[in-house]
């Protein structure tokens, strides 16, 4: 639920894919979309493994991470909430045309210039980790925030290229946003109480 929740708030790989499906064409967009997904998965390892063995290094650690992530999460969701006013996306025409590995890369290189991500990641996957003992259950992780991704962009893609669509989520941002906050302020508070709990 967190994992589509951070999605649907708006960062850097959204606003990448907007402005393809609104100002390029939808099948770059989509392309642009398979390689977000890769980024998505290369953090993804590296979140999941790293956190695995800094746990059995650091018992503590766990809870640490917990506790600094919720209030990452919560402070996200603070700055979420006030916001008052719609996004105003770009929808200026890319002239250029680009081979498909050209445009998958690009999405690429947008995911993984966005180091957020890591700490997003780490967040959300905090309270779980420890509990993943066995290489399938990192896997089916690994699969969930992927796919998330993956099927999320890939609407995103197609719906944006129709008017009637794109007019609606200009209009309505904002409570997209807010919503997302809210749902940010309840996890991350959860994530510290349950740190705290454990430490103590």
């Known amino acids: 639920l ?3 929740v951070g999605l649907i708030s708006p960062g850097p790989d959204f606003f990448y894919i907007a402005r393809k499906a609104m100002g390029d064409s939808r099948r770059n967009a989509l392309l642009a979309t398979i390689g977000i997904c890769l980024g998505v998965g290369f953090w993804s390892l590296m979140v999941l493994f790293g956190l695995a063995a800094l746990n059995r290094l ?10 600094l992530g919720g209030g990452y999460l919560a402070y996200s969701g603070i700055k979420m909430i006030q916001i008052t006013q719609n996004t105003q996306l770009d929808t200026r025409p890319i002239k250029h045309y680009q081979s498909a590995w050209k445009e998958i890369l690009g999405g690429l290189m947008i995911n993984l210039s966005n180091p957020k991500i890591v700490v997003f ?10 509990n993943l003992g066995q290489l399938s259950d990192i896997l089916f992780v690994l699969l969930i925030l992927v796919g998330s991704a993956l099927v999320y962009f890939s609407l995103i893609a197609v719906s944006l290229s129709h008017h009637k669509i794109r007019a609606f989520y200009a209009k309505n941002s904002r409570y997209l946003d807010n919503f997302a906050g809210v749902i940010f302020i309840l996890f991350g508070g959860k994530l510290i109480y349950e740190g705290l709990y454990s430490l103590f």
């Open 2 to 4: 967190v994992q589509l």
């Open 58 to 67: 650091i018992p503590s650690f766990q809870s640490i991470l917990m506790i």
């Open 121 to 130: 990641f780490s967040s959300v996957l905090a309270g779980y980790v420890s």
